[in-house]
């Protein structure tokens, strides 16, 4: 064989097994925020949804670690460290803002398909009769909402003129015991497990009865703007679950129970606009976005 038909077949091998290899040899490694308190475990089904992500993507991708950042932060600043230019965690999942998906690269497909934006409230239980007087938008602005420090719904409640206590999140359960404020917003999945935890401490807060509290609320993965191949997988791997089922299958896993035994489609709604939900949120895309029946 002439040297030049060697070197030929040499790099035809080199292609046939470079196509079998995945397009990056180094290990991914993706580092998300480890919460805002010890153990926290409202955002377990992100965490899936991320793993699942990346394990889908492997064959292309190759290996990738993914593990919690070293130390508990208030999400402000989770955020702030995700924009520097040598940032511990290379993304983030929150609420979206115009000046987030300006600031950040973003993946536009709601991790919690919109649920996070329908609110059942922790009361004190004396005042279940107060909260079924509540027809209407008006009528929730006599009551005081407390919530986090900076969170972004935080503004959707002031746009609608009802009062907001803020205070980071480990006290709020303790503060409405306290009466602070009268009643604390929690997202579906959120609701149940925080109960549990809470309820032995604060035997008089419970779960109000029968309102439902509704605003768009889109939520997203984030990345810094110089991680685009690690977005890029993460996006790959999300429309692969989309279309084998196993996106919509966490979802229900983890949220169904809390749907049924909340019983949302048995709650008086109220809607609340959300004059800062982004342009380009893809509300025309039904597949993305839950909708409790006969509501």
Known sequence: MKPEQSLIKFFFILCIVGTALPIFATTTKVIYP???VENDARFNDVIEILQTALE???AKYGAFECGPSDSIAPKKRSIEE???DHHNVNIIWNPTSEELEKKFSVIRIPLRKGLLGYR????RKQDQSKFDQIK???DLRKFTVGQGIDWFDN???QAHHINVVQAPYGQLSKMLAGERFDFFPRGVGEILGEYERFRIAYPDLVIEKNLLLYYQFPFYFFFNQKDQLLRERIEAG?????KDGSFDAIFYKYNMPAIEKLNLKGRRLIKLSNPFVPTMTPTDDPSLWYTPNKM
């Open 120 to 123: 059942v409230a922790l009361i």
């Open 34 to 36: 480890a919460g805002e």
């Open 238 to 242: 999300l429309q692969m679950m989309r």
């Open 136 to 138: 209407s938008e008006e």
């Open 82 to 84: 995700l924009a520097r």
């Open 155 to 157: 503004s959707i409640y």
């Open 56 to 58: 889908k993507t492997k």
